[in-house]
């Protein structure tokens, strides 16, 4: 800690920061554009400029910028002296000269940081009477809008999209007042992280487009606190409504899981939830037909399926609340997984690893901290994206570290960058193919799954002689075992998405050697596919996998089965389930038709995640809280509902005896707010206090807005009264105070920038820890020794999740189902890039993907969108090209960077 | 960096010939960072032929693997490095201060007259590409400008129709 | 007595001098005496004590700037040696001369600094304009590496050394050092921020030197001749030789190798022969188009580092532009701001959109246009353009001229807007 005064007051900085940072922390008020707390200082807006003194007997004092300034001990400041309020005057007065003050068309007015700055600058009056520079604007794809013209050249986009988020499509053109950010040409940005840039441009310049076509000031959406659930992270996300439609998503603050960003998938993928196709009313099966089941006759249907003999089949993409309402109803015993059986092994082994004190599972900021990684079989950007951004971060360790050698303070941020060059802390890689990491990955070792596990074993070895010996060739396995052991802190990473247990269990052992050779607790993240994997893995007993559902309904042990927001035909084959369903009587809730909704008896609404309050465990175990932002104004009900008593009770009861009852959940009714902890008891409310409620745009039809409904379950109000959020950040739907509009408004909840939020809540974490493990032995299943193709799956950022690849805005981003594989097999196959392909003969085609990094023997098989049966396919498969392909969507969009080009 | 390109872009690449090669090839040598190498690259394929088009810069970027986005940043950011056709001559004229007090802005306007183009135009025929640059250093002899890669001092009226004579009897 | 270092072999009407030649004429003298055991510190002392100043612009003392570079076993085992051949500012034409007329005396130069800082290897960048010097020094390092000047364990010293020719793709910010850097990188020529120093971080984040060509070609004369001798040649209170020139409406424009110190009036009237007949000298820039005007009754001024400066303006490249009485100051500036405005990065406000604004108002003073508004709006710029202000010193340089035009040219000013036109139109 240092002393710095600034404007005559003392204040206690942490030396290691900039004056900037260390002067908004304290919550002054002082301009910025280039600087993002994430992303340090380049020094170029010069909006920051404040006075610096060399001692008290200095009046002079000269200008500074405040972002490239160290807050070192005694420092003396002034932000209000007349000549740096002069400067940051002229400075805006220079930014607004060409921008087109279009604010009243403009999507980012009313969360502007141009519109923030320019009022506290104190620029109000135009002088510039020139000429304008304008330019032309290009198509970014579906995610994103270009509006150059609203460009002050703070250069946050590039510095984003390349320098933090690794991107390669986008930069800074042309010079002087004429420089240009966008593509070398027209086309779809290739990031899967495009959609920072919406909150990283301090101003219009890159928009959600989505939203655009669909829009409401911030101050017109209905907001609340809210989860992401495109994956197993649990990014915490600030979802908008206006007149009962889901607008758009922003990301939320969270110090210890997504921070600043979320990914692509997570931002965009929610337009689902106002699909036309929502189950809006309670159906019935008649005469083969689902019809809306009339009003009196509801409860007897429902009614039907209670008894002992009724089984219930849980969901990952459930919340704890609806799974565990599931378990009451039809008992521990009849409470069945809702994952592949293959998952289900493995999410089991997950959780065994998961109380295991030899091993941390590492939140996404401390993934950041990781200066060795090794992955072991995930393709970790397509299955858990904010984490392949933490990784591209954890790299950079190294170069911090080398900064911290020179003196380079850790915030100038393009000099720890040429510094550093290409030294990066290590990241080994271990895959069935190449994956978008690479570009920073150390060591990559492509080969077979099988190949795969036994290469990670033969690194758990070398690291300690105590873990099952393993041999193998690769030449790398030493060096990837000694950057792992000279680590300050090193990860593991694997999972279950890799579909190999064997993959997952050698994994372990390399966190299990390093454990005994270092004695410290290792970080070792362990990935699971959906957003309550975790949640709903820990209500359900280890033995009650989905086979043994299956195999109970095939028995005829059971007659009756409720199903719980899940398409079965995604979790095992399709001629398994076919079976099963023919001989059970179904309840299924959901949100969307499915295959399996189609084969129901029953079939319940339910409300997706912004239309009901939840909590989700993510991979680490963290259980967190997601509020309702928006009623559903159809029939849904939040599926617990249907599950309980009479559809009554409410949320905060269910949590409670959840927490009571459940083992593993007793934290889960800490993450409730109690409603005395705020200011006079009072509600906290979705709407904003400008909410323009009585400016009806729908006023075409009715001047008169309708009632909000009150809401008796939570501590958030549907309308603009009761207290906004000031200082209790837990339930923080929109971030706002004066004078800071938009999202950079979040520094004034912040402890410090980039701390946790005042009085924050960042979830509990549920599993305690308190079991020693050993060594596993590897679960090897023989491979057919065969002429046939070892399968490893493939997964896509966009169209992998069954929710998001729903949404209208994902589809325009999804391809077909592929399947990958070497020239070599391609041309021993006579294969060409695109050709249709049948993986078995069985009816499941994809589009043949030839990529140069491929090995021979290996494929790599994409479902699309469910294409595919995949639960058919066994682990090895024989291609056959076919003739006849119909296919929606084509590959074209498919972004990998070891695609053959001309065949092979 | 891995240049991870959309593949029906790609396609549209212009082989680099063999001589552009040799000589990428040849700087690689010099520069231990690939990055420094795009940017001789540019030169190099503006050298053969003549400006750096869309298809030459997606070569190139194949060629280094660099993002083509990368590549375009640093060639839009020199001024000699031209990303649009230009003439077979291009006439650097200098427009700094010393040329100017010289009166170099009645020697712009006799060319733009003589060649019927100002800055920044082709001629019909394609022989000249006429182009402002910052002081070219031989401020004693304003005022000046180069012709392809030939300094022509002391510009008179009859100096620039000797000059432009030669280069259109040249070809 | 050598007076001239610089250019005692330098004679433009014939090619430069071969390497025998060269030799012949005392050069590559110093790497003789590298090679009999002059370490690298003591290089450094004698440059140290020889008193050169960097003649690149900033006049930074070139021996103390060598000394930060980090040495010892600690320190990173690559580092680079970087000459700025770059001469883009305006009214600049001295280190052109240098490499036509000898380049080997650039090439010696290089070799005794990348040696001092244990650089291996050198690049020289060089203006992408400059074709004949390029010529010029692709035969020299050619003949050089031959001799066994350059390459691998050079005259028996054990120190090896490369010289990499880059010529630049033309930007006058990749004069700045740190820009130079970027762009010999492949980047876009954005300065970077400083500290870290080039010294401890330069050229792909390694320890690098860079140094103007009229710099490094001082080197070989201090260690040939030694100290005393240097120290000798001045006539005033900084030491050596430095080039000077003059352009604008002179009888003679040209460069000439003076000894620092000389008055101003002897160049302008002994060298450049005086201003044409019928036309009276007005101002000057004495550095390049990034210095303050000074006026006629500075003329008895030494052209010395500290002397300039205490008149407000700055020796800088020792290349003066000479304004006459019938040439209009205000458009003279204004040529400037269209440079400077022209030739901004980009990167950072002030000078990237306060620039073109400068430019605009000049444009409508030319025109006949310009308010007392736009002549405020010119004055505030000064200030908000100068250094601190922005990013590098590029603005800063265009506010010297922008500044004291309009100290100097106020009636000027005044009479654009009164008449509506430029009154000296005619
Ligand atoms: C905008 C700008 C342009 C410059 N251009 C040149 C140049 O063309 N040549 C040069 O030697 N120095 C130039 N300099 C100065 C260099 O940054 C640097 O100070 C110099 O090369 C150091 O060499 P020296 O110590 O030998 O003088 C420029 C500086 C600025 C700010
Ligand atoms: S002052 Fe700023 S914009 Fe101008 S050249 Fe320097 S860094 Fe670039
Ligand atoms: S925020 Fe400090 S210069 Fe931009």
């Known amino acids: ?904 | 960096m891995q240049a991870s390109v959309i593949a029906s872009t790609a396609t549209q690449a212009r082989k680099l010939c063999a001589e552009e090669i040799k000589e990428i090839e040849h700087e690689m040598q010099l520069y231990p960072d690939k990055q420094a190498v795009g940017l001789e690259a540019l030169k190099i394929v503006q050298k053969h032929q003549g400006w750096v088009s869309d298809e030459s810069l997606l070569g190139i970027s194949k060629f280094l693997d660099i993002p083509v986005s990368d590549l375009e940043s640093v060639a839009t950011f020199f001024n000699l490095v031209y990303r649009q056709p230009v003439g077979r001559n291009v006439i650097l004229f200098c427009n700094s201060v010393s040329c100017w007090i010289m009166g170099s802005e009645s020697m712009r306007s006799y060319i733009n007259g003589k060649l019927d183009i100002d800055f920044g135009g082709t001629t019909d025929n394609g022989d000249f590409t006429f182009l402002p640059v910052p002081c070219l250093g031989d401020c004693d002899h304003a005022p000046v400008m180069m012709v392809g890669d030939d300094l022509h001092r002391n510009l008179t009226e009859g100096k620039v129709d000797e000059i432009f004579s030669e280069y259109k009897s040249k070809e | 007595m050598v007076t001239k270092p610089l250019t005692k072999n330098i004679d433009m009407s014939r090619p430069p001098l071969d390497i025998a030649a060269y030799e012949a004429s005392d050069g590559y003298q110093s790497i003789k005496a590298i090679a009999e055991g002059l370490s690298p510190d003591n290089v450094m002392q004698i440059v140290k004590d020889s008193g050169l100043k960097g003649r690149g612009g900033a006049g930074f003392p070139t021996g103390l700037k060598w000394s930060f570079v980090p040495r010892g076993d600690s320190a990173p085992k690559q580092k680079y040696f970087v000459v700025n051949a770059d001469e883009m500012e305006p009214g600049t034409f001295k280190d052109r001369l240098l490499m036509e007329g000898d380049p080997h005396l650039l090439i010696e130069g290089m070799i005794i600094g990348a040696y001092t800082i244990q650089a291996s290897t050198a690049y020289i960048f060089l203006r992408g304009e400059y074709k004949v010097s390029e010529k010029a020094l692709k035969n020299a390092i050619a003949e050089a590496y031959e001799r066994g000047y350059l390459g691998k364990n050079i005259q028996g010293t054990g120190f090896d050394l490369d010289i990499i020719l880059h010529t630049s793709a033309g930007r006058y910010i990749c004069g700045e050092e740190t820009a130079l850097l970027n762009a010999l990188e492949g980047k876009r020529a954005n300065p970077r921020a400083k500290p870290p120093f080039p010294q401890v971080s330069g050229l792909w984040g390694k320890p690098t030197i860079v140094n103007n060509v009229e710099t490094i070609c001082n080197l070989p004369g201090i260690l040939t001749y030694g100290v005393d001798w240097y120290h000798g040649l001045t006539k005033g209170n900084d030491h050596g030789t430095k080039l000077f020139g003059i352009s604008g409406k002179v009888k003679t424009p040209g460069c000439w190798e003076l000894p620092l110190g000389l008055p101003i009036r002897q160049l302008v009237e002994e060298y450049g022969g005086g201003m044409r007949d019928g036309l009276e000298l007005r101002a000057f820039l004495p550095g390049g188009g990034s210095t303050d005007f000074m006026l006629p009754e500075h003329l008895d001024l030494k052209l010395d580092y500290d002397e300039i400066a205490k008149a407000g303006s700055r020796l800088a490249t020792g290349t003066m532009i000479l304004l006459d009485n019938e040439t209009c100051p205000v458009g003279m500036v204004g040529n400037l701001m269209k440079f400077f405005s022209h030739e901004s990065c980009g990167f950072c406000t002030p000078c990237r959109d306060g620039l073109p604004w400068v430019d605009e108002i000049f444009n409508e003073f030319e025109s006949g246009r310009g308010t007392r508004k736009d002549l405020q709006i010119l004055h505030e710029h000064v200030d908000y353009l100068g250094p601190g202000r922005t990013f590098c010193a590029l603005a800063p340089g265009a506010t010297a001229p922008l500044g004291s035009g309009l100290k100097y040219f106020a009636d000027d000013f005044d009479k654009h807007i009164k008449e509506k036109r430029c009154p000296y139109r005619h």
């Open chain 1, 1 to 904: 800690m240092a002393k710095i005064v600034i404007d005559g007051i003392e204040y206690e900085v942490n030396p290691n920061n900039n004056l900037l940072q260390e002067c908004l922390s304290q919550g002054l008020d002082l301009p910025y554009f280039c600087w993002h707390p994430c992303m340090g200082s380049v020094g170029a807006c010069r909006q920051c400029a404040v006075k610096q003194y060399r001692d008290t007997e200095d009046k002079e004092g000269m200008l500074v910028m405040a972002c490239m300034t160290p807050a070192s001990e005694g420092s003396i400041i002034s932000v209000e002296d007349p000549q740096a309020k002069d400067m940051r005057e002229r400075v805006i007065e220079s930014l607004m000269i060409s921008h087109p003050h279009d604010c009243p068309v403009c999507e980012e007015g009313g969360e502007c940081h141009l519109q923030d700055m320019t009022l506290m600058s104190g620029h109000n009056y135009r002088r510039y009477d020139k000429k304008k520079v304008t330019h032309r604007n290009q198509y970014l794809g579906p995610f994103i809008n270009h509006e150059m013209n609203r460009c002050i050249t703070c250069y946050r986009c590039v510095r984003f999209y390349d320098d933090y988020a690794g991107g390669t499509d986008l930069s800074a053109q042309a010079s002087h007042h004429h420089t240009y950010f966008g593509r070398h040409e027209e086309g779809v940005l290739e990031s899967e992280f495009s959609g920072n840039l919406v909150e990283v441009c301090p101003t219009g310049v890159f928009t959600d487009k989505a939203f655009s076509s669909n829009y409401a000031r911030k101050w017109d959406l209905q907001t609340a606190p809210s989860v992401c659930t495109g994956c197993a992270i649990g990014c915490n996300t600030t979802p908008g409504e206006r007149y009962g439609s889901l607008r758009r998503i922003v990301n939320r603050y969270n110090s210890e899981i997504n921070g600043y960003f979320i990914c692509d998938r997570g931002r965009f993928g929610f337009d689902y939830v106002n699909s036309e196709e929502r189950i809006e009313a309670p159906l019935a099966r008649k005469e083969g037909q689902l019809a809306v089941v009339p009003k009196g006759q509801l409860q007897s249907a429902i009614d039907t399926f209670q008894g002992s003999d009724v089984i219930g089949i849980a969901s990952p993409r459930a919340s704890n609340e609806s799974n565990f309402a599931l378990r009451c109803l039809v008992g521990d015993e009849n409470f069945y997984s809702g994952i592949s059986d293959a998952e289900h092994e493995a999410t089991q082994l997950i959780l065994s690893l998961a109380k295991d004190s030899a091993f941390n599972a590492p939140s996404v900021r401390q993934i950041e901290l990781a200066d060795a990684v090794i992955i072991v079989g995930e393709d970790v950007t397509n299955v858990a994206p904010r984490i392949a951004l933490a990784l591209r971060q954890s790299v950079r360790n190294k170069a911090k570290e080398l900064a911290e050698g020179c003196n380079i303070p850790q915030w100038q941020d393009a000099a720890v960058r040429e510094l550093a060059q290409h030294d990066r802390s290590p990241l080994a890689i271990l895959s069935s193919y190449a994956t978008r990491l690479d570009d920073i990955a150390s060591d990559i070792v492509i080969d077979s799954p099988t190949e795969i596990a036994n290469i990670a074993s033969a690194v758990a070895n070398r690291i300690s002689g105590h873990a099952p010996a393993a041999s193998s060739d690769e030449a790398s396995v030493a060096q990837i075992a000694a950057q792992l052991i000279e680590a300050k802190r090193p990860l593991v990473i694997a999972g279950s998405t890799s579909g190999s247990v064997s993959q997952l269990q050698a994994a372990a052992n390399i966190a299990r050697a390093l454990n005994e050779k270092r004695g410290d607790v290792i970080d070792l993240c362990l990935l699971v596919s959906e957003v309550n994997t975790i949640g709903m893995s820990l209500l359900v007993n280890e033995r009650n996998s989905l086979g043994a559902a299956l195999e109970k309904i095939s028995n005829g042990q059971t007659k009756k089965a409720i199903v719980l927001e899940n398409d079965l035909y995604r979790r095992a084959a399709k001629q398994k389930i076919d079976e099963a369903f023919q001989k059970v009587e179904m309840l299924v809730i959901d949100q969307l038709p499915s295959a399996t909704t189609a084969k129901a008896s029953l079939v319940l609404p339910s409300t997706s995640f912004s239309e009901q309050e939840s909590t989700y465990v993510n991979y680490e175990g963290r259980a967190q809280l997601s509020f309702q932002v928006h009623r559903n104004h159809a029939a849904a009900l939040p599926a617990w509902r249907w599950l309980s008593d009479q559809q009554s009770g409410d949320i905060e009861s269910l949590i409670n005896r959840c927490a009571e009852e459940a083992k593993n959940f007793d934290k889960l009714d800490d993450l409730l707010p109690d409603l005395n902890q705020f200011v006079a008891g009072m509600k906290i409310p979705r709407q904003s206090h400008r909410y323009s409620g009585r400016t009806a745009m729908k006023a075409n039809l009715n001047v008169h807005e309708p009632k909000q409904p009150v809401d008796d379950q939570s501590v958030m109000s549907f309308s603009m009264e009761g207290i906004p959020a000031t200082k209790d950040s837990a339930v923080l739907g929109a971030a706002w105070s004066p004078a800071w509009n938009s999202n950079q408004s979040i520094s004034k909840f912040q402890e410090e920038i980039n701390g946790d939020l005042k009085q924050s809540h960042v979830g509990e974490l549920l599993i305690e820890r308190n079991e020693t493990g050993s060594y596993l032995s590897l679960d090897q299943r023989p491979n057919n020794l065969n002429e046939n193709l070892q399968v490893a799956v493939a997964y896509q950022i966009f169209g992998s999740d069954e929710l998001s690849a729903k949404s209208n805005t994902i589809q325009e981003r999804m391809t077909d189902a592929y399947v990958a594989l070497s020239p070599k097999d391609a041309k021993s196959l006579d294969l060409n890039q695109g050709d249709s392909v049948s993986l078995d003969g069985n009816g499941n085609i994809a589009i043949a993907c030839i990529r140069s990094k491929m090995k021979q023997g290996t494929v790599a098989v994409y479902c699309g969108d469910n294409d595919i049966d995949r639960h058919s396919l066994g682990t090895t498969i024989a291609l056959s090209k076919v003739t006849e392909a119909k296919m929606k969507r084509g590959i074209q969009g498919l972004i990998v960077s070891d695609l053959c080009e001309e065949g092979y």
